[in-house]
């Protein structure tokens, strides 16, 4: 990707010959043009992505830079709600004000929307407002039935009221002492950082060109308009960190520049005029992260009316609780801090509306973050009215040399906002020769890993390799149908169930696999990129994350060939993310802020040297000196496995310029035998997926990673695969597969493109195995007899 954007910057050199000279610029969009982008997009939060998105479907030629890592500001630290937002309907009511209400109405249109782009990141979440005065029922159920209408045939669910009994019962967390009953309505839930991901790849898979850690230092301009054509960028990444090239600093050619950068778009606006008055007014919202028993899994609950008049969320998610959000005049900064007295607000208000028997902790902390929320300022506003009173709303704005900024709005609005940024960028950028379709298309436009992805995918998931349910369903509900991808690239427990993923905690259903698929696939560069924005394991749990840091550290550097110095870089700033950022606490809680910076300093040290320690244990477990590991043996006298298998084949992928070209794993056909009697609840043993990897890979075509569906019963039935229960394929099962799962073998548009690849080729395998072999198990098919006098009677 890089080396694309430092293509757009490569001006074709004039030659000596002055009638050469001529012919070029008569050329006018020669081939120099050729890698001049339509668009470059400055910012990777939910904007920026989703411009992206918008462009590149539209067929525009588009790049995209991030300074930091996609979705590492506001868009990872939001609510994760998907709302039209009942307060501001309730503003719109009261102060008569129709900015807010057209908000409301458009922001309820989005959401149905939102969840049909994306549907396994986001679903409907109950949300209760309990009620503690009778004469509020018929106020919040008024609201609520208005915010239905608002939403009209795009409406999730009615909302409704709910005796004290029933809600006590839906919320048993919930305070009972005065309680008279509770509304509830419908909203959408989402998990932000994922979403910001699947925006990313969606783009890339229309074409675009995306960077992270690119940072934008100037905006080019040509001298005799004044216009801008592009911007000079830096990589900000060591060249250790990965093969991104010796160019730190380029130019990026674009016929148009936008800016997307959220809270950070004032800065963008100086580069373009020092001059320039500010358009973005930041207000901080703190969140703090709960043990999953606050809360039930399944309804979340909405304070109206908090003890200082703001409105916080209390909802469940990935498994725990999370609480917020103030709302309060901030600076601009990278990396909010959420202050401890906002803490300890979130915990007053919480333990306010649970019942007495619930202590409500600093302890029970796992995290707490801030996020700027990018508000548009109002120019007609006091100054001492701080942030309440502003709207959520965007706008876009348009330099006088060219530079077009989209901001404000919020993460259910990325969509619209991002139409309404491309249409005035094909206008004023002059881009309609080059737009191939009419106007925009992102709302039937289903974001990468949705395609193929159903609620019950799970359990194939279970069926085909063999994982927990729990991992399963996490791997489902976070990467849709790339799931399968995720799982081609676990490694084999060892253990009798479950057979693949490895936890990096024992207590979250994140796997090591996807620390892998995360730098192949998804644009990890550092390790805090995978433990905050591509598991979030860093939002559910900072000392979860500390403790999955040496296994991530592990896996990363031997897949981006980190030096000893940027493993301990990379810890280290990883440490300093979770203090800073995420409200690790390294002295215990409680402690007093008396001991300082320097104390501090020196227990980050100290925690610094304890991750070394223990990467490099991680490591040597992984990588012992023979380059196999011991299965283990299973007592009892039922079988002695001993078997060896490599724990790093996964790290091959279909991706990787060259497959694997040994299989350092061998199974005994007993060995065999025995895990089929072992592990019947999987389609496949341990060790059969890398042994069809390696198969695989000898038949693959070296460019494509793709072997015809003619080769597979050869390769099912070669001499490695021998034990594995394929012996008795036949043609016959193949094409009946194949015509299972709709692949026809002659002029299909897989074997157009070369053939099936890897996931297909597993798919295909474990369907082989389903409807064409019998497993050693089965017994005589001669029918037994029961004698009536055990049968329990009968004639």
């Not at 192949?520 to 905050?532: F, M, N, R």
């Amino acid at each position: 990707m890089l080396e694309r954007l430092r293509a757009s910057g490569r001006k074709p050199s004039l030659p000596s010959n002055l009638k050469e000279k001529e012919k070029v610029v008569e050329a006018k969009e020669g081939e120099g043009d050729d890698d001049v982008f339509d668009l470059l997009i400055i910012g990777g939060g939910a904007t920026g992505a989703g411009v992206a998105v918008d462009a590149a479907s539209r067929g525009l030629k588009v790049a995209l830079v991030e300074r930091d890592d996609f979705s590492s500001g506001t868009s990872s630290k939001s609510t994760k709600l998907v709302h039209g937002g009942v307060r501001y309907l309730q503003k719109a009511v009261f102060e008569l004000d129709l900015q807010q209400y057209n908000l409301v109405r458009e922001a309820l249109h989005e959401r149905k929307i939102f969840l049909q782009t994306a549907p396994y990141l986001s679903a409907m979440l109950p949300i209760m407002l309990p009620i503690y005065k009778y004469w509020q029922v018929p106020y919040y159920l008024a609201g609520c039935k208005l915010y239905d209408i608002l939403a009209g045939k795009e409406n999730m669910e009615s909302s409704y009221v709910m005796s004290k009994g029933k809600a006590l019962e839906a919320f048993p967390m919930l305070k009972g002492k005065g309680l008279v009953g509770a509304v509830v309505y419908y909203d959408g839930q989402h998990n932000d950082s994922r979403m910001n991901v699947a925006l990313v790849m969606t783009a890339v898979k229309h074409g675009a060109t995306v960077a992270n850690y690119v940072e934008v230092t100037e905006l080019c301009k040509d001298p005799t308009t004044g216009k801008l054509v592009g911007a000079k960028v830096r990589d900000t990444l060591p060249t250790s960190n990965k093969k991104r090239g010796n160019e730190k600093e380029f130019e990026v050619r674009a016929r148009g520049v936008i800016n997307a950068t959220g809270p950070f778009a004032d800065s963008i606006l100086t580069l373009d005029n020092p001059t320039h008055a500010p358009i973005v007014q930041p207000s901080s919202g703190v969140h703090i992260t709960l043990p999953g028993y606050y809360s039930p899994r399944t309804m979340g609950l909405l304070d109206p009316a908090t003890s200082d008049g703001r409105v916080i969320f209390f909802l469940p998610w990935q498994g725990n609780t999370i609480a917020g959000t103030t709302d309060s005049p901030s600076k601009v900064e990278r990396e909010p801090r959420a202050s401890e007295e906002d803490i300890r607000w979130l915990l007053e208000e919480v333990r306010s509306y649970l019942a007495s028997d619930i202590k409500v902790r600093r302890g029970d902390v796992l995290s707490a973050w801030s996020g700027l929320r990018p508000l548009v300022r109002d120019p007609s506003s006091a100054e001492g009215k701080g942030t309440a009173g502003l709207v959520r709303s965007h706008l876009t704005h348009l330099s006088p040399s060219g530079l077009l900024t989209i901001a404000g709005g919020k993460w259910t609005t990325y969509r619209k906002m991002a139409e309404e940024t491309v249409d005035e960028a094909v206008k004023v950028f002059g881009l309609e020769r080059k737009v191939k379709t009419k106007g925009c298309v992102t709302d039937n436009v289903r974001l990468v890993g949705s395609d193929g992805w159903s609620r019950n995918m799970f359990i194939g998931l279970i069926q085909t390799y063999g994982l927990e349910t729990d991992v399963a369903r996490h791997l489902s509900d976070n990467y849709g149908d790339r799931a399968w991808t995720v799982c081609s690239l676990a490694e084999p427990t060892g253990e009798t169930w479950p057979l693949h993923g490895k936890r990096l905690v024992p207590q979250y259903p994140f796997i090591d696999a996807e620390v892998t698929y995360a730098i192949k696939h998804e644009y990890a560069q550092t390790a805090t990129d995978v433990l905050a924005r591509r598991t979030r394991l860093s939002f559910l749990n900072t000392r979860a994350a500390l403790d999955a840091l040496p296994t991530v550290i592990a896996i990363m550097s031997k897949e981006l060939g980190w030096t000893k110095k940027e493993e301990k870089r990379q810890i280290r700033e990883t440490i300093r993310y979770l203090v800073g950022s995420m409200g690790l606490q390294l002295r215990g809680y409680g402690g007093e802020e008396k001991e300082g910076k320097q104390e501090e300093e020196k227990r980050m040290k100290e925690v610094e040297w304890e991750v070394v320690r223990r990467a490099g244990e991680v490591r040597r477990e992984r990588e012992p000196e023979s380059g196999l590991g011991v299965l283990g043996y299973l007592s009892g006298g039922l079988v002695a496995l001993g078997s060896l298998f490599t724990p790093s084949f996964w790290r091959s992928s279909l991706s990787s310029s060259s497959p694997s070209s040994s299989l350092s794993a061998t199974y005994s056909p007993q060995q065999q035998q025995n895990e089929i009697r072992l592990h019947g609840r999987a389609r496949f043993q341990p060790s059969e997926i890398s042994a069809l990897r390696h198969a695989f890979s000898e038949y693959a075509d070296s460019e494509t990673h793709r072997v015809s569906s003619k080769e597979i019963v050869r390769i099912v039935k070669g001499p490695e695969m021998k034990g594995y229960g394929y012996g008795e394929v036949t043609e016959g099962d193949l094409e009946y597969v194949l015509e299972e799962m709709r692949i026809s073998r002659e002029n299909s548009v897989q074997e157009q493109e070369g053939g099936v690849d890897f996931e297909e080729f597993i798919e295909i395998c474990g369907n082989l195995k389903d409807v064409g072999v019998t497993p050693s198990t089965v017994l005589s098919k001669e029918r037994k007899r029961i004698p009536v006098e055990k049968s329990g009677g009968g004639v």
